[in-house]
């Protein structure tokens, strides 16, 4: 007998309309942006301590669901997704035990990387001041990218 299909990832991948794939993208965005929120009241804001599952699921999505990851493309949104995955890349680069989180933020890299319109998306101006241990620049994302 043959293996039962997965229901989630079959459900996942027939989501369609514009008003879903608007509702879950400002849902990653604002959970991956959690961690970078800046407070001047220490303990303020509680940060999100499933930011890997949160990464897995993202790459997942926009796996399964070729049209989620093309509403992602074509909106401003897709720079607001990966600043937080630089962050998060930058920040567990030195970390051993952290390597999963490495692989993760390159594969949603690879899978984005491969559209145009994420190219064309990168050359907007960088002006968003993430407290990451790079050398200050002016410059695009894509020379964020380069430089994480």
């Known amino acids: 007998s043959?293996?039962?299909?997965?229901l989630f990832v079959n459900y996942l991948s027939r989501i369609h309309r514009e008003e879903d794939?608007?509702?879950?993208?400002?849902?990653?965005?604002?959970?991956?942006?959690?961690?970078l929120v800046q407070t001047y009241l220490p303990n303020s804001s509680k940060k999100i301590q499933f930011h890997q599952e949160l990464l897995v699921f993202f790459w997942k999505m926009c796996d399964h669901n070729k049209k989620f990851m093309f509403y992602v493309l074509k909106s401003s949104e897709v720079l607001e997704v990966l600043v937080p995955?630089?962050?998060h890349l930058n920040d567990a680069r030195a970390d051993q035990s952290r390597v999963g989180l490495v692989h993760i933020g390159v594969f949603i890299l690879l899978l984005l990387s491969g559209e145009r319109n994420f190219g064309v998306r990168l050359?907007?101006?960088y002006t968003a001041s993430v407290p990451m241990d790079i050398p200050v620049f002016t410059g695009t994302h894509a020379d964020l990218l380069i430089i994480v």
């Open 123 to 125: 050359n907007k101006p």
């Open 2 to 6: 043959a293996m039962p299909d997965n």
């Open 21 to 35: 794939f608007s509702f879950i993208l400002k849902g990653f965005t604002r959970l991956l942006n959690n961690p």
């Open 85 to 87: 995955i630089l962050y």
